[in-house]
């Protein structure tokens, strides 16, 4: 179906109607995926590879836009690369998006052994892990998510200290448990955190792929977690 659905607007060796069922049916499992997985997904979209057109998505009016201009495009596009996972910032300061791109190959015959298309799923990190951060670890936890540069990934708990919102892709978390689990150190100590409160932390480090990780502080105030032998 791939095959047929790139090929068709300049070749033209499929048919018109051959053309629409394949998307058709590409369109109906991409909306399957989406359901099937609670509409986790934000969008799915498949991409020409050799123009960067939308062939197909679930974001309504997507298709035919040019895409060929974004970096998760032009990295997949690297013969080299066959999975791509890298975060986007959001423009309007929430939540970054978490973007997977899978590339698809014809098979080594001509010009078909080359990459015909990439696939994409768009996830907002909102969606991931919100009320995962924030909820059921007492009054005062957070799990707190950075790069390995330590940039933040998703929105923080609490204002920093001067009352302003953290906003993730550009705030560099510096507080201590921070910089550990950036740097892949697993370790349990008491700490301040962003905001200069003291805390206990635990760090961990979430390996995405070979090449793309993150660092985890799971926190709580040091006031809250003593709060029973007192």
């Known amino acids: 179906d791939v095959l047929t659905l790139v090929r068709s607007p300049s070749a033209g060796t499929a048919r018109p109607g051959e053309a629409g069922a394949a998307e058709e049916r590409l369109r109906h499992h991409f909306g399957n995926i989406q359901q099937g997985f609670y509409d986790e997904y934000d969008a799915i979209e498949l991409i020409d590879a050799r123009t960067g057109t939308i062939l197909i998505s679930t974001l309504p009016g997507a298709e035919g836009r040019d895409a060929s201009q974004e970096a998760y495009f032009k990295k997949a596009r690297n013969p080299t690369v066959e999975e791509v996972v890298m975060m986007e910032p959001d423009e309007d300061k929430g939540p970054a998006t978490l973007v997977f791109c899978r590339t698809i190959r014809g098979v080594a015959q001509d010009d078909e052994g080359g ?39 998703t929105p923080l708990r609490y204002p920093l200290p001067g009352g302003d919102l953290a906003r993730p892709q ?61």
């Open 115 to 153: 990459l015909l298309a990439v696939l994409v799923f768009h996830d907002s990190m909102r969606n991931i892990i919100t009320s995962l951060l924030h909820e059921g670890i007492g009054k005062t936890g957070e799990i707190v998510l950075v790069e390995q540069d330590g940039r933040l990934v």
């Open 170 to 230: 550009l705030f560099v978390n510096q507080a201590k448990p921070a910089r550990l689990a950036a740097q892949g150190i697993e370790t349990g100590l008491i700490s301040t955190d962003y905001r200069g409160v003291e805390v206990v932390a635990a760090t961990r480090h979430l390996r995405v792929t070979s090449e793309f990780g993150w660092g985890m502080v799971v926190k709580m105030e040091l006031s809250e977690v003593f709060a029973p032998v007192q």
